[in-house]
């Protein structure tokens, strides 16, 4: 157990919808990461939030948002979903950044959502 | 820039060595390495801070060279809990920002 609680498990939605993947971070940790990992992509960066701010982009579609909350919990927000959505989604997180940390990411069991 | 992972897939019996390398075309100041079993969450396994630096965890250790922008993994004496892919991951580090990018994967599989 990493520490780093991700609901809901699963989620089958249809194409157009919109859903809200939560994020609750290890105890203390400031940053968090979302992550989407699809067949053959591997795990493609999506975005980082350290401490409510916004830090680092990735391929985050314009569909996507996230936000961090005072209570350093995340919600990853998915609108108008098409099929190629359908993945698995990680929110990660840390406790310190380099130089002060090593980076290691926390990751939590993912959120598997099927676009229909 | 993904860093670039090979073999993109191993099969070993127990008991054998196996080497994974990955590589950057930018220029690398660390390089993580992770494992996700099947149907679980990445799962941090070392970080190689240094250019030459051995780390190890298990039987499982890493080399990290600087000039060729590239690092191994090296898995000796292979158990069936090694199985799972090894994904390697190359830090973009910007004033508070931290984007970790990984490889593509390589899949282990060991058989008995």
């Known amino acids: 157990d990493s520490g780093v609680t991700q609901t809901p498990k699963h989620l089958i939605t249809a194409t157009g919808q919109r859903v809200t993947l939560r994020c609750s971070p290890r105890?203390?940790?400031?940053?968090v990461y979302w992550y989407q990992q699809s067949l053959d992509q591997g795990l493609q960066f999506l975005i980082q939030y350290y401490n409510g701010e916004e830090r680092a982009k990735g391929n985050i579609l314009e569909r996507f948002s996230a936000q961090q909350f005072p209570d350093l919990h995340s919600e990853l927000n998915l609108s108008s979903l098409e099929l190629g959505d359908s993945a698995l989604y990680f929110c990660a997180s840390s406790v310190a950044l380099p130089p002060r940390g090593t980076g290691e990411l926390f990751f939590g069991e993912g959120s598997r959502l099927t676009v229909l | 820039q993904q860093p670039v992972q090979s073999p993109q897939a191993v099969i070993l019996r127990e008991g054998e060595d196996a080497v994974i390398n990955c590589s950057s075309s930018k220029a690398l100041y660390s390089v993580h390495w992770y494992r996700q079993k099947h149907g679980e969450a990445p799962v941090f396994l070392m970080i190689l801070l240094k250019g030459g630096e051995q780390k190890g965890h298990e039987k499982i250790s890493a080399s990290f060279n600087e000039k060729k922008q590239q690092s191994s993994l090296y898995l000796t004496a292979s158990q069936l809990s090694y199985s799972g892919t090894y994904f390697c991951?190359?830090?973009?580090?910007?004033?508070?920002?931290?984007?970790?990018?990984f490889g593509k994967g390589t899949k282990l599989s060991v058989i008995p």
């Open positions: 991951g190359t830090p973009q580090v910007g004033a508070g920002s931290y984007q970790l990018t």
């Open positions: 105890s203390g940790d400031l940053s």
